[in-house]
DNA sequence: TGCGCAAAACGAAAGCAAATGAAAGTATGC
DNA sequence: GCATACTTTCATTTGCTTTCGTTTTGCGCA
């Protein structure tokens, strides 16, 4: 039984109690949350229109779900490994081969991205590296399990990415000398290369990938043949690509025909 | 029964008990309130008004909540917490005081420091506002409690400091024109002004009293008169200082004198 | 597949009681 | 006298509900 408390709640304390449920199981349902808050399915709805205007979740018909890039920067931090749940040990597997190409005094650019802020953790053995990051979630690890110089690229902070952007970010970035760049993307496909959501992400990863020696892509397989919106750079312009074993024959194929090395775990 | 004293209270005494009850129980409702006290719903409005003023809870429709904890994970990494303790209640009254001072359309850089970045939760209220930082625990407060803009500077982090420092920041820093400067300090005094502990953070804390129009200093009254290391600034750089009203009155004089005007909360 | 229909969910509007803020009034104390 | 602490009064707002007409969804049937 999830239901502790059928009693008389203020719309703040419900509002949380939503949110908590939500959190739990993913979906909450309007007609259950009503019944069991004893409130109208309008109140309930209001209630979930309220959040939703706040980015706290998503509605859709019938309920609503959560928002997948966590509730907030709390949240998206210290969730994170319950969040990323699907492929989350490939994702760690294509880390840890991501960071044993990491050698002592390198200076190396590490994207946003679930999949390679999981690079961190496995950084402890290489000696005097510096790390570069526009990422919050990057910093956060960095700070909790490395002792390594760490430089964050300014700019405009973007909720959804949870990294700075805009021209600052820029700007920022064209000051330093990378000798690798370890990359995450929506979605890769022979045909159109990198993909991503937005013009700003897009141009950033742009600027990321010339500003470095050597450029990594970290990208499990479920990636391959999604579609994203702004293409960010073709497959040429990558040097290595990391996946995992369900990637697709052909896919390598492709790969390797566009140029990247391609090193699967 | 959580009733152990209907009897007749003083103001003081009646409001510091409503706060031990919210502490307890997490929500208080105003009806319940006035019944306990003997007294009426007005009194118990008037007590959550002044005490929502000085941060000490958040005031809804019905009654009242405690404020979160404010525990957001940044801090945890930069052992913020323990530091945050002393003198938590003056810092947020503090703080509070300093967030009305915000206006719409302000530009407001917030200094790293756990004075300042309790401010975060008191500007919901105004409207399109931008928020400029170095700190990172400002970023997550920000990132939890608002939908404003948020500018990072960047720079190289500094772990004691748990915010950005360095050429990189201060390059940043250089391209806005802030509004309003909200700062806090290791030290001050008559005589030396504002000091700290490294070169680094006074030099970055130099470079944003430069940047900004209007400067505001959040600094409690311990800090009077401890002697810091390093010199940032004369008090006569500061506008505003705000501190609690256990700065003794000599303090008061002698930095009136210096220049800033001088608010205790 | 595609179509049609009933149930469910939805948004907008109207109504209601509780809660609220502002203003004016009443004790009590220095 | 003035100030403080509290109260009453009253118009307004808030949170929630009910009602009603519309949209979406699931399911049976071809």
Redesign the interface.
């Known amino acids: 039984m999830p239901t502790p408390l059928p009693q008389d709640l ?4 419900r509002r949380d109690a939503i949110l908590e449920q939500l959190q739990r199981q993913g979906v909450v349902r309007v007609r259950d949350l009503a019944k069991h808050f004893a409130v109208s399915t309008v109140t309930v709805r209001a209630d979930l229109a309220a959040m939703e205007e ?2 706290l979740l998503r509605r859709e018909h019938g309920g609503a779900v959560r928002t997948l890039p966590g509730r ?3 949240t998206s ?2 969730g994170m490994e319950e969040r990323q749940g699907l492929n989350s040990t490939q994702k760690r597997a294509i880390a840890a081969a991501a960071a044993r190409h990491v050698r002592p005094r390198d200076i190396i650019l590490i994207d946003a991205g679930t999949t390679a802020v999981e690079m961190v953790p496995f950084l402890t053995e290489v000696d005097d590296i510096t790390i570069v990051t526009n990422a ?1 979630n990057v ?2 690890a ?3 399990h490395l002792r390594c ?9 973007s ?1 959804t990415s949870s990294s ?1 952007l805009g021209p ?2 820029l700007h ?1 970035l064209s ?1 330093f000398n990378i000798s690798r760049l370890f990359l995450g993307t929506q979605a890769f496909d022979a045909a159109s290369g990198l993909t991503d959501t937005t013009t700003e992400i897009a141009q950033m990863k742009r600027a990321m990938i010339d500003a470095s020696r050597e450029v990594y892509l970290l990208a499990d397989s479920s990636k391959w043949e999604k579609a994203g919106f702004i293409k960010v750079a073709p497959l040429g312009k990558v040097h290595h690509v990391l996946s995992d074993s369900a990637l697709p024959a052909c896919a390598i194929r492709a790969i390797k025909e566009a140029g990247p090395r391609c090193e699967i775990v």
């Open positions: 203020s719309t703040t304390q706040e980015g907030t920067l709390l931090l210290s919050l910093a956060a960095v700070g909790a110089r760490l430089i964050l690229l300014g700019g405009t902070y909720r700075t600052q970010a920022a000051e």
